[in-house]
């Protein structure tokens, strides 16, 4: 199959003129109006277009002159935002239509997901409306566009910062939980689309997009249903084996799939042929919000594993026997190690209340000078080890070291890194018993800034190694 560049799309997150319909001249609080947050969001991201508010009653918003009408704008309009009631939205796209808009985006909600047919038969003539017009519509039901390069967001506290990741979401709930939530990861974004209804534009249009969007590497996403799902399948093919591709599928349970079609009118399906649906075509099917984050910052910041043998560092006693009970319950082997690894281990290590078997019990004598670099090594070479999981209580460091061995604990992990030449995934636990809430979150600002991937638990670390060597044995069969 072969996918075209949907240049058309460009414009849709580039443009160079929106018009706000609805936006409310003044507002006590600006959450309660999305026409002045989309408007907002725009002033905030530096657009460099021209941005016209369109309401009936306002001479000016947010200090921008407003129009009465879309028609009554004077120049082009490449992106028109509806903010308004369902009741009023077929006389403005009849606007848009006789102004020649290229783009309409539907906030406004209320149409088929309502699972009234007489709001569904609104949302038809609406779109057969926008065609024949030659007007793509995004929605409705739906939050928008969020672009940083383009001057877009859908929220005036959006970062502003482009980056590589591309993210498409039928929920707009979902993208901004996911925006927010990955922004605090360390993540940036090229472009991020909630689409609702996809009464037009849908996952399918959208994942074309972000293949041949150079400013997207990886791509991650939010789904409850396919309207297009061998069109959508025979992408995912294609695209998967240059650019990760990773999806959160709502709708997994019974009672899940109930709700997806009241809030966007989508069918979920099965989840056994969905399953099935990710193997075929090299998706990374992901079980929450959480997962969808660190899975696409691992494959922003760590090499592909080449198996799922892991080696674990930074547990003892009987967390030692936890933490391989949660990283195995992940689909994961903790092996133990080579003979000759467990033999150099053994000059390095001290055997007073340590382990070298895997999980690694190294102490804190082992973690100064070159020991801790000699044990990263030999890890490196050994051939039963395809990633690290590092276990770091940065808690218990600053409880007893202060700052000095936390900044010591992060240069030697950023040393070690360089040297393992194998995905090393850092998990930052955070403990209630020895505190260190500040210390934690400093390094893991400093990880991020060094493109270093970081965790929350074991259990989300092993997660994420699975799907990158599970989509590394994809590539792999797919020559």
């Not at 649906?277 to 910052?297: A, M, N």
């Not at 970081?454 to 792999?476: D, H, P």
Request: aromatic share 8%; with cysteine; charged share 25%.
């Amino acid at each position: 199959m072969s996918l075209e560049a949907t240049h058309e799309l460009d414009r849709l997150f580039c443009p160079k003129s929106i018009a706000v319909v609805g936006a409310s001249p003044a507002v006590e609080m600006i959450m309660m109006d999305q026409g002045r947050n989309y408007i907002k969001g725009s002033i905030v991201q530096n657009f460099r277009g021209k941005i016209y508010p369109v309401h009936p009653k306002a001479e000016d918003t947010l200090g921008l002159k407003s129009y009465a009408s879309i028609r009554d704008i004077p120049d082009e309009v490449d992106l028109a935002i509806f903010t308004i009631p369902a009741s009023a939205v077929l006389k403005v796209m009849a606007d848009c239509v006789e102004k020649g808009v290229k783009f309409v985006h539907l906030f406004t909600a209320g149409f088929s997901e309502s699972g009234r047919e007489a709001y569904a038969e609104i949302e038809k003539k609406l779109v057969r409306m926008a065609k024949k017009g030659g007007i793509r519509v995004v929605g409705p039901n739906c939050m928008g566009i969020f672009c940083p390069e383009g001057g877009l967001a859908f929220q005036p506290f959006f970062p502003y910062a482009p980056g590589p990741t591309g993210f498409f979401s039928q929920s707009g709930q979902m993208a901004g939980n996911f925006i927010l939530k990955a922004a605090a990861k360390g993540l940036s974004f090229s472009k991020v689309v909630s689409f609702g209804n996809a009464s037009d534009l849908s996952s399918k249009d959208f994942l074309k997009y972000f293949y041949q969007d150079e400013k997207t590497k990886v791509v991650g996403s939010y789904l409850e249903g396919l309207k297009d799902g061998r069109e959508f399948f025979e992408a995912a093919k294609v695209i998967t084996r240059e650019k990760p591709l990773v999806i959160y599928k709502g709708g997994r349970t019974e009672g899940g799939s109930r709700a997806v079609k009241s809030h966007t009118a989508a069918i979920a399906g099965s989840l056994t042929i969905w399953e099935a649906f990710c193997k075929q075509t090299g998706i990374i099917s992901v079980k929450s919000l959480d997962e969808l984050i660190l899975t696409l910052s691992a494959l922003q910041r760590l090499p592909l594993p080449g198996g799922k043998n892991v080696a674990i560092i930074g547990g003892a006693g009987g967390g030692s026997v936890t933490m391989t009970d949660m990283a195995e319950a992940e689909g994961l082997t903790v092996p133990r190690l080579s003979e000759e690894t467990i033999t150099k281990l053994e000059e390095i290590v001290p055997p007073q209340g340590t382990s070298v078997k895997n999980p690694l019990d190294v102490g804190l004598a082992a973690m100064g000078g070159d020991s801790f670099m000699k044990i990263i090594n030999l890890l490196r070479d050994d051939p039963k080890i395809d990633a690290l999981i590092f276990l770091q209580q940065l808690g218990l460091f600053r409880k007893f070291g202060g700052r000095p061995a936390v900044n010591f604990m992060v240069e030697m992990t950023l040393k070690a890194r360089d040297n393992l030449k194998k995905p090393m995934l850092v998990v930052l636990e955070k403990d209630d018993a020895f505190g260190g809430e500040d210390s934690v979150k400093a390094a893991e600002g400093r990880y991020h800034d060094e493109n270093m991937a970081t965790f929350s638990s074991i259990e989300l670390a092993a997660r994420v190694v699975k799907n990158l060597a599970e989509y590394q044995q994809y590539l792999s069969n797919q020559g």
